[in-house]
């Protein structure tokens, strides 16, 4: 095991590198998905190189310093409730067999984070543009729009795997020869 300076200065460097992520969605709103994506798969770096708990402690620092930076709250809200905690969360999906258990569990977390989202984002924060754009699509607006939601989970969660994999086979051994 690292010692603690170790894990203090990697969660303050992968925190700060999610905080620009998150911070950059505010200046840059059509990337208002990516961005958060992206801050989510950093944190596996520290459960990779560290452990989960200081991930998950990692998560909540971040969610809770990007709903005070962050310009764009919807954005905020999508690493809080979409893409933040999930890459942590993979790491014990991925320790079941099955793997149509496996995707069946991670649809419904997803699911239920994106009903979640869209409820708090509505009804909690007041942000109506969310149910114009579905209106626009016509009567099964909010059905086209989960099922688009699920095809971009899909391929998020696939590219996270290939992600997680170049980092463990291609960066890590570089990390541990420089030592």
């Not at 990697?10 to 208002?32: D, E, N, Q, R, T």
């Not at 999508?78 to 569990?105: A, D, Q, S, T």
């Not at 099922?147 to 998020?156: A, D, H, S, T």
């Not at 696939?158 to 980092?167: E, G, Q």
Request: proline residues 2%; positive net charge; contains cysteine.
């Amino acid at each position: 095991m690292r010692d603690i300076s170790y894990k203090v200065a990697l969660g303050g460097i992968v925190s700060a590198l999610c905080l620009m992520c998150m911070f950059l969605a505010g200046i840059m709103p059509m990337f208002y998905l990516i961005l958060p994506m992206i801050a989510g798969i950093l944190l596996m770096i520290i459960a990779e190189e560290v452990n989960k708990s200081w991930a998950w402690l990692t998560y909540i620092s971040v969610s809770i310093l990007s709903i005070f930076i962050t310009a764009d709250k919807e954005s905020a809200l999508v690493f809080i409730m979409l893409f933040g905690h999930f890459p942590i969360l993979r790491l014990y999906i991925e320790k079941i067999r099955l793997k149509i258990l496996r995707w069946l569990i991670k649809l419904v977390i997803f699911n239920v984070c994106a009903v979640s989202f869209f409820y708090t984002t509505v009804f909690i924060f007041g942000i109506d543009q969310m149910l114009e754009d579905m209106n626009d699509l016509g009567k099964y607006g909010a059905v086209i729009m989960l099922v688009l939601c699920n095809i971009i989970f899909v391929l998020y969660d696939l590219n996270m795997h290939i992600l997680y994999y170049l980092y463990k086979i291609k960066f890590m051994p570089l990390l541990k020869r420089k030592k």
